[in-house]
């Protein structure tokens, strides 16, 4: 194995770690350990052949055993296997389990040989040269695959002059000798061959393995992140759509500076990796929204509360606001995309939708109900609720970690989906921070139905003219087309109509208001509250509405005295016009 791979591994699985909640401990400690064990499995196999090695050749010169005698410094071990080119962890657990089994080797065949009954002939210098002969072909042979070069016992082995030396041959006899470079040749050559080749063999393998190994890890940790990602944006469960490329993963990973069989590994190991961790992701995440994501609770007269299944919503149910025993339910939904009604929306917080089920699948609102989320953020923020696919702004309060609005009563409360947005853009007019209607103007200028000066004002008490009334309406219904064609020249004036010409075709076609008798329309002259009373009665479809009962409310509710409740002839003003359709919107007024 390559151990130069080692430190780059785990940079990679660190790189992936620290984006993926926090596995890099983990991670870090499984590459380690296959260091610390790979360094201690090389230290054994070299420190267990020169231990053999030397205790056998102190026997045979007649010295006393020592373990210590010939056994390298911990700088020539480093220098002989290369470790400063490994990592730390690998050189250490190598130079510690060297030397642990070099002295155990030494000693156990020191004592072997002090038993061996034979005798210095042939036969037993044939045997004792295979010993030494497989002991130094194995070092041999390994130690030539690691640097580098060819298969070839036979350069490899040293003289017959260099064996005699080494092993102090000279002293024994002619026959001892003669079958001691026998057996040492016959055995260095047998074990060099193998030695070679199984390490060539191990090499590859553990190569390979590992890059199998280091890619199911970087796999799984991008796989689970893109699965709960993909779940998160809706997007389907595809483990192929979401998965790198083949490239991508090669130059993510920096795996262009492995060796071929660790990249191929990789490769395999990550898309294994990555497959099963993505749908184990996507189906997870998808198993925590199904569970336990809807609240209900049966309330009576008596009132009560509601909290959504994650505590972040809560509706409160005051006594005595409905009758009719109903159940009421929060469903956690998912998280709204942006929106734009005019304005730029900004969500803040999951969909939750509020549904009512009881005999009438309703409730009727004798006092208000108070829906409250939790909220840290820009005063900009709002509750809003979706009506026809668009998020509509409703009145809210932001207070002590909270942003709450009524339900208002004299309503049915059928429910609804509800979420807060921030609007970024929104900016309050300068003007109406005192006002009587600062409610309802502020609603309606969050909406985007009603417009200011340049100035930023609003000049509440300005008369409202025909065409900013109708243009008004025209944006609160979202009148999008005319319902027929209808040419504007039919009036004198049509060349005044500007900016108001959209909105004055879309309420001619649909019936609510008509010019004057001489022909003209006058969008720039101030309504009157008559004028306003009429076309309201058109466009609710009910000819008993009367300014009457608006004057009224405005007087209970605001203490504000209209000039209309005495002259309808009078001009209206831009904010008893947002005050009228307020409450009209709201189902307050019929």
């Keep these: 194995m390559n151990l130069k791979k080692i430190p780059m591994i785990i940079i990679i699985i660190l790189i992936i770690s620290s984006n993926v909640f926090g596995y890099i401990p983990n991670i870090a400690y499984t590459v380690s350990f296959l260091e610390s064990e790979l360094g201690e ?39 002989e296997f290369k470790l400063t080119l490994k990592s730390s962890s690998y050189r250490n657990n190598f130079l510690t389990s060297y030397k642990e089994t070099y002295e155990e080797s030494y000693n156990t065949a020191y004592n072997e040989a002090l038993f061996n009954t034979y005798q210095n002939t042939f036969e037993f210098g044939t045997e004792n040269g295979k010993i030494f002969g497989a002991l130094d072909g194995e070092i041999k042979g390994k130690r030539d695959f690691y640097n580098g070069l060819d298969n070839n016992w036979e350069k490899a082995i040293q003289s017959e002059g260099y064996v005699k030396e080494k092993y102090s041959l000279f002293r024994d006899s002619d026959d001892y000798i003669k079958g001691f470079i ?32 280091h890619g199911n890890i970087a796999g799984a940790e991008l796989g689970t992140l893109k699965g709960k990602i993909d779940y998160l944006k809706n997007n389907k469960n595809n483990w192929q759509n979401a998965i790198i490329s083949d490239i991508e993963i090669i130059n993510k990973y920096k795996l262009i500076l492995e060796d071929r069989d660790y990249r191929d590994g990789f490769i395999v190991g990550f898309k294994d990796g990555f497959m099963s961790s993505y749908v184990d992701a996507f189906q997870s995440s998808s198993m925590e929204n199904i569970n336990g994501k809807i609240r209900y609770e049966e309330i009576s007269m008596d009132g009560g509360i509601i909290i959504s299944s994650d505590d972040w919503v809560s509706l409160e149910i005051e006594e005595g606001t409905f009758y009719l025993n109903t159940i009421v339910s929060i469903e956690k939904a998912e998280f709204p995309v942006k929106f734009v009604n005019s304005g730029f929306l900004e969500p803040t917080t999951n969909e939750y939708k ?7 699948d309703s409730i009727e609102l004798r006092k208000p109900i108070t829906l409250t989320f939790k909220y840290i953020g820009s005063n900009k923020g709002g509750i809003y609720k979706k009506v026809d696919n668009k998020w509509i702004y409703l009145p809210s309060e932001i207070k002590d970690g909270t942003i709450s609005t009524q339900i208002n009563s004299q309503t049915e409360f ?171 919107q709201e189902n307050y007024i019929k």
Excluded: C
Aim: aromatic letters at 18%.
């Design 182 to 213: 026998i057996g040492y040749r016959s055995a260095f050559s047998e074990t060099y061959t193998g030695a070679f080749r199984t390490t060539n063999i191990e090499n590859n393998k553990v190569s390979r393995e590992n890059g199998v190994e």
């Design 414 to 584: 059928t429910g609804g989906a509800y979420s807060v947005f921030i609007d970024s853009i929104f900016q309050s007019f300068s003007d109406t921070t005192s006002h009587w209607a600062k409610n309802e103007i502020n609603t309606y200028a969050r909406r985007y139905y009603i417009e200011g000066y340049d100035d930023n004002t609003f000049r509440p008490e300005r008369s409202i003219t025909r065409g900013e009334f109708i243009a008004l309406l025209n944006r609160i219904y979202f009148w999008k087309e005319p319902l027929f064609d209808i040419d504007l020249k039919i009036f004198k004036d049509h060349l005044v109509f500007g900016s108001y010409s959209t909105a004055i075709t879309n309420a001619l076609t649909r019936g609510y208001i008509n010019g004057y008798p001489d022909g003209t329309f006058r969008p720039n002259i101030p309504i009157t509250y008559q004028e306003a009373e009429w076309f309201i009665q058109k466009l609710i479809n009910n000819t008993n509405f009367k300014w009457d009962v608006v004057a009224i409310k405005m007087l209970e509710e605001k203490g504000v005295s209209s000039k209309g409740y005495d002259d309808k002839n009078q001009n209206i003003t831009r904010a008893e016009a947002v005050y009228l359709m307020y409450n009209i």
């Design 354 to 360: 509020v549904e009512i089920n009881n005999y009438y």
């Design 41 to 79: 499995k090389d230290g054994q196999l070299f420190g267990s052949t020169l231990g053999q090695k030397n205790g056998y050749l102190d026997y045979f010169r007649n010295y006393s055993p020592s373990w210590k005698r010939y056994i390298p410094s911990d700088e020539e071990i480093s220098y």
